[in-house]
């Protein structure tokens, strides 16, 4: 491919024989023709006149003449008053090895009305411009990127300034610029050099004053002063990695977003992402490796189960992929209300609610069901999802001690609320894997007209004797107000839900911003979890292998002398310190099984585990060699 011309264009305006304004680019071919008009608006339209006389050059460079140089380092000194800005800049000069600083700066401060700059040589003070009333012209320079900064780009003192600095720094025997703005309102100017960078000083000058010009300080000694004319004055250069000006006081972006990855890091708390070549699996490809999966919710293994996927294939066919609309507008169709009706026959209530998410459902139900002169009553250990439901509720929101009921009692009997409020626990803690006492959250808000909410989306398809989940674990015949759950996990899909008398459903539907501002789930979803609901229903002995697993995981766990306990399908590792945490897991990816090492903020600091999270398909031979490694990683962990 042939590399793309160059160009330059100038632009010099006048009026009456009066410089008026100037500009210069250097382009690539495509980007002239913009810039030229560009160029001729800014020379007809300037706040200093209407010109008489413009000059438009457009010149082809030598290609391989021109020089890509990288911007000076920017950095601004805040100053008060001009003679403090004038102190700063005589102090980094002398520190730049000037000996005639002071009086170098007096000479700054003595130039106004030049078009170009004093070449002055550092040692002997001696003028070196064959002109002195014009001085010389750095020219054929430009900032690299501003073809892509687009035509309308305006011309900037800063932009301006850090491009001809940059260029200038770079010449033979450059010891340093210096410059004051002859624009009577802008007071900032700088020093500059390779050592120094692009110093911006705030105040030189006080406002209004004219007073303006810079100095090129050099040394002969390096290179003669025609070499150093020719370089300013011929060598094109186009400057890369021109920042936009940051300026003080104004929030840092960049920093923000980088500042936080960095504080993850040094708390060991920066996550790497694992990118699977498979299903979800008891064994997975990643990078290209066989590898034991212990980390996924697909606790029964439905989510690639043929029976699965052919209905949702079937209901992709016939509905096509998104649904495109709200449940409120076009997005219901009749899977998404047979799935309901289904999910209430499993938790034998009179309906049920199908949400994008779980996280969606818990954080939109709570603010809902609770007024602001409620009171919440939250477990201490429940799901993120539950806490930003709090958050967003305007209601006070009271923590009890995990599955504390004696607290729980305590805190809603003291604060007695009459004006409405809730009780809101996992049913299943999915950090933890253990399971919350239904029966006497039931019975301390009765006393008070509480609503009730469960959280099942780890109990689902996994406790009650045939995964029925809390309700049937306790074989408790009250039913809490808000049943809410996942079908994402042991259902093998996606979406949250909850179950609910049809009164309650009706409300939810009306007044749950979560759900009422997403559009609904593809109908090939809702099919895929009708078919995995019915297996869960027809087949429970996948719960029973599920829980069988668990007992043998532990015990064999036991017998590497690592004690662990589990109610669920999640069975926590726990370590405490997230450094071992992390290396842990780091350890066990490399011999081939994946447990997520959990740390703050999903879990408190200090309190680092590995998870493991059990399906129903996971052979006793898999679960064996995974005890005898984490065994043995936890033993190499420990000596570090
Ligand atoms: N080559 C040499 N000297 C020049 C050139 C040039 N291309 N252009 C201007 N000068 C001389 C001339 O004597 C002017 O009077 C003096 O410099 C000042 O020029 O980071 O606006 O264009 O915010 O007024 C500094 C920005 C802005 C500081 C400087 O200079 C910042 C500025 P001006
Ligand atoms: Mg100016």
């Known amino acids: 491919m042939a590399e793309e011309s160059i160009y330059s264009l100038k632009m010099r305006a006048e009026a009456n024989g009066r410089h008026i304004s100037g500009a210069e680019k250097i382009l690539p071919e495509t980007a002239v023709g913009d810039f030229a008009r560009a160029l001729l608006e800014r020379a007809m339209h300037h706040a200093n006149g209407r010109p008489d006389f413009v000059n438009l050059k457009i010149e082809k460079l030598p290609a391989d003449k021109v020089l890509d140089l990288e911007a000076l380092p920017v950095r601004t000194v805040e100053v008060s008053s001009p003679g403090q800005g004038r102190g700063v800049m005589t102090k980094l000069l002398e520190d730049s090895g000037v000996a005639n600083a002071a009086v170098i700066v007096d000479m700054l401060y003595r130039t106004s009305g030049m078009r170009g700059a004093i070449l002055l040589d550092a040692d002997t003070l001696e003028r070196l411009e064959p002109d002195h009333q014009r001085g010389v012209r750095a020219t054929l320079m430009d900032d690299a990127e501003s073809a892509c900064k687009g035509a309308n780009s305006c011309k900037e003192h800063y932009a301006e300034a850090i491009v001809l600095a940059t260029k200038v720094a770079h010449a033979p025997g450059m010891t340093a610029e210096l410059c004051i703005s002859d624009d009577p309102d802008y ?3 700088y020093i500059a050099s390779r050592k120094l960078g692009y110093v911006r000083i705030t105040r030189l000058k006080s406002p209004g004053s004219p007073q303006g010009g810079r100095i090129f300080l050099c040394r002969t000694k390096e290179a003669p002063a025609e070499r150093i004319i020719d370089y300013l004055e011929r060598a094109p250069v186009r400057v890369t990695g021109v920042q936009p000006l940051r300026r003080e006081g104004v929030f840092d972006k960049t920093g923000f977003v980088n500042g936080a990855l960095e504080s993850l890091k040094r708390g060991n708390l920066f996550r790497d992402e694992l990118i699977f070549d498979s299903a979800a699996a008891p064994c997975v490809e990643l990078g290209g490796r066989g590898t034991l999966l212990l980390s996924s919710n ?13 209905a949702a294939k079937d209901a992709l066919e016939k509905f096509g992929l998104g649904s495109g609309g709200s449940r409120l507008t076009t997005g219901s169709t009749v899977l998404h209300r047979e799935l309901e009706h289904e999910l209430a026959g499993f938790k034998e209530t009179e309906d049920a609610l199908v949400f994008n998410t779980g996280f969606a459902a818990n954080s939109g139900i709570i603010p809902a069901l609770c007024p602001p002169e409620g009171v919440i009553f939250s477990d201490e250990l429940n799901h993120a999802s539950i806490i930003d439901g709090c958050r967003a509720a305007k209601a006070r929101t009271v923590i009890y001690r995990h599955c504390d ?15 409405g409020g809730l009780i809101v626990s996992d049913a299943v803690f999915s950090m933890d894997g253990d399971i919350a006492p239904l029966p006497d959250i039931l019975d301390t808000a009765q006393e008070f007209g509480l609503f009730t ?4 989306a780890h109990s689902t398809g996994v406790i009650g004797k045939t995964g029925h989940g809390i309700r049937e674990h306790f074989s408790e015949s009250r039913h809490p107000d808000i049943l809410m759950g996942t079908l994402s996990k042991a259902l093998g899909a996606e979406g949250g839900f909850v179950c609910c008398t049809a009164e309650m459903r009706r409300f939810l539907y009306h007044r749950c911003r979560s759900f009422i501002f997403s559009t609904s789930l593809p109908a090939a979803v809702m099919a895929g979890a009708l078919a995995a609901l019915e297996i869960i229903e027809s087949e429970p002995e996948r719960v029973r292998a599920l829980r069988g697993n668990v007992k043998f995981f532990i015990a064999e766990l036991a017998k590497h002398g690592i004690q662990c306990v589990s109610d669920s399908a999640i069975v926590p590792i726990h370590i405490g310190d997230e450094e071992k945490a992390a290396s842990a897991a780091v350890r066990l990816r490399t011999r081939g099984i994946v447990i997520p090492a959990i740390r703050y903020p999903t879990v408190k600091r200090g309190e680092a585990r590995l998870r493991a999270a059990l399906m129903a398909t996971h052979t006793h031979e898999q679960l064996a060699f995974a005890a005898r490694i984490i065994s043995q990683s936890l033993r190499e962990t420990k000596k570090i």
């Open 405 to 419: 009921m004696h607290d729980l009692a305590e805190k809603v009997r003291t604060i007695a609320p009459r004006q």
């Open 298 to 310: 697909d606790y029964l293994d439905l989510a690639r189960d043929e029976r699965v996927v052919r």
């Open 453 to 456: 909410m469960l959280d099942e």
């Open 187 to 189: 007071t900032t100017g």
